[in-house]
């Protein structure tokens, strides 16, 4: 059975940072690449971060570019989001989700690109 669960949202000021995990089960990630997503009220889901399956090649949305950092650690079967210099805009329920499409050596901030979902953390930036 396949799952995702993600931990380590919560209130942040601006400017300050938060590490989220992805923990996965059923599946490990040499099998799937991960990716991070958020939503914010009233704005449509955005990809934001993904690393492919083999190689572990990361890919980031342009608005978290330079400030997010995605990694992995395959013995623990987790992926990490490290979020600073946060900003009131990053504010969302950030959700990973698991992908095998591809070659695997490249991964997409798709939404339809991905087949598993976590329910999501939610990560609040204000002062």
């Known amino acids: 059975q396949r799952q995702l669960v993600e931990s380590g949202g919560g209130l942040v000021q601006p400017g300050g940072s938060l590490r989220l995990s992805c923990v996965v089960f059923?599946?490990?990630?040499?099998?799937?690449?991960i990716g991070w997503f958020r939503k914010a009220p009233g704005k449509e889901r955005e990809g934001v971060s993904c690393?492919?399956?083999?190689?572990?090649?990361?890919k980031y949305e342009d608005s978290v570019k330079g400030r997010f950092i995605i990694s992995r650690d395959l013995a623990k079967n987790t992926v990490y989001l490290q979020m600073n210099s946060l900003e009131p805009e990053d504010t969302g329920v950030y959700s990973c989700?698991?992908?095998?499409?591809?070659?695997?050596?490249?991964?997409?901030?798709?939404?339809?690109?991905?087949?598993?979902w976590g329910q999501g953390t939610q990560v609040t930036v204000s002062s």
């Open positions: 989700a698991a992908s095998n499409t591809g070659t695997g050596y490249e991964c997409y901030n798709i939404a339809g690109e991905y087949d598993y």
């Open positions: 059923g599946l490990t990630l040499d099998h799937y690449s």
């Open positions: 690393i492919s399956r083999r190689a572990g090649n990361p």
